[in-house]
């Protein structure tokens, strides 16, 4: 019954994407949130690709249609962009096309099509209004979830951690922080009341499924993306802080006290989780991370140019870790490098070219830059300093958001004529 209602919703998420394409990219925004309560569908990995399809079809009749609005623009990012998936080909077609888990060339070029799209289709403010509401709904009900199946314990190896409705606690971490960044923005913008409060209430839950998930990663972007937007708010008004930290202080009081005994467990390095022969995880001066980030950068001096091919770095690390693990699928938890060591000084000088054409569409706008764009750059900001601890480098959401910079620098003129948005 449950299957057949997903089912049911999917076929009506595909005729709304078919008639208004821009729904194809807010499904996709909200299904990234939902990864782990999709179901399944035959000879794909999950439903991207049906959305991304629909959204392509809907794109080609609409743009037949309509005038210049829905025509593809030419973009520093996307230039890179592009240059750099044909780089993931060329530099190891084996690895890119059948070299491990998944069709890599398939994956990087469905991130690109979607960034292209995105680019495109998000061309008014009451699209990305639309895109937030229904992103920071979404995470809402992941991260309330994840606190009420989560188990504290006082220590971290204790603990049972939930991450919501997403695939794991880190991403989990890092899509709270964007949707939280966007409920600001949504209940500074609102002029009814209860919009406002029900953004409010959305934040503090966002901020409480941060701190539940026990990622020393997420909490330091959650303190950092906080301290960045006061700090660039600030000359607007602090009454829009004060709401909802008087929300989360008073949720935290119901929030046992076995939480922050675990956090000051999990920082202080307090206690290991091993691995093998001296594999140490959790401490923060004797961390795994730095280990396997020694392991890619000895990759990369066998391979400086090309690397060893995408998605290569799992199958080659153990020849090159200073221990054994029993449990050797590991990513470099790092995108940087794990590029570096996958697609070589060339890959991952075409991906930093990328990220940072992205943020200057986000930045460049230096005559009267409206919340929005602040916001969106917060955002990507995030996700970028994320990927220091993750490899993200094909993350959905990020991909997202360097199609959306695209978008709020093309449309700059709608988009500045429409502040006040859909409220």
Do not use: C
Not at 16 to 38: D, H, K, N
Not at 80 to 98: D, G
Not at 104 to 130: E, S, Y
Not at 396 to 406: D, Q, R
């Amino acid at each position: 019954m449950t299957q057949l209602l997903f089912y049911a919703l999917i076929g009506g998420g595909l005729i709304l994407i078919l008639l208004r394409p821009y729904w194809g990219i807010v499904l996709l925004f909200v299904s990234v949130a939902l990864t782990e309560t999709l179901p399944e569908f035959p000879f794909i990995d999950s439903i991207f690709p049906i959305f991304g399809l629909a959204t392509v079809l809907g794109f080609l009749v609409k743009s037949f249609q309509s005038d210049n609005n829905l025509l593809i623009r030419i973009e520093w990012n996307y230039i890179f962009a592009l240059i750099f998936v044909l780089w993931i080909l060329i530099s190891n077609p084996t690895a890119a096309i059948s070299g491990g888990t998944r069709n890599w060339i398939f994956t990087f070029i469905q991130l690109f099509v979607l960034a292209l799209l995105t680019g495109i289709l998000m061309n008014d403010q009451k699209k990305f209004n639309t895109l937030m509401f229904w992103f920071v709904v979404a995470l809402g009900i992941s991260a309330f979830n994840g606190i009420l199946n989560s188990s504290i314990a006082g220590t971290r190896m204790g603990s049972d951690i939930e991450a919501g409705l997403l695939g794991g606690k880190n991403t989990a971490a890092r899509y709270y922080i964007v949707a939280g960044l966007f409920a600001f923005y949504l209940q500074k913008i609102s002029k009814k009341a209860l919009k406002r409060w029900f953004m409010r209430f959305a934040m503090a839950v966002l901020i409480i499924g941060v701190l539940f998930t026990l990622s020393r990663a997420g909490l330091a972007l959650l303190v950092f993306s906080i301290g960045l937007v006061a700090f660039l708010e600030f000359r607007f008004s602090w009454r829009q802080f004060v709401p909802v930290v008087l929300m989360t202080a008073i949720i935290m009081f119901i929030i046992p006290d076995e939480l922050f005994s675990t956090y000051y467990s999990v920082i202080s390095g307090g206690e290991f989780e091993t691995g093998g022969r001296g594999a140490v995880y959790s401490s923060v001066e004797n961390n795994i991370r730095y280990t396997l980030w020694d392991s890619a950068f000895k990759m990369w001096k066998s391979a400086p140019v090309t690397g060893l091919g995408i998605g290569q770095f799992s199958f080659n690390v153990a020849y090159y870790l200073p221990f054994s693990l029993a449990y050797l699928n590991l990513g470099a938890h790092n995108m940087f490098f794990q590029l570096l060591a996958e697609t070589g000084t060339v890959g991952v000088g075409l991906f930093l070219l990328t990220l940072l054409a992205t943020y200057r569409n986000f930045s460049g706008q230096r005559e009267g830059v409206n919340n929005i764009n602040r916001i969106w750059m917060i955002a990507f900001v995030v996700m970028v300093l994320g990927g220091l601890t993750k490899h993200d480098h094909y993350d959905k959401l990020l991909w997202l958001l360097v199609g959306s910079s695209v978008a709020l620098k093309n449309y700059w003129p709608n988009i500045k004529t429409q502040l006040n948005g859909e409220n």
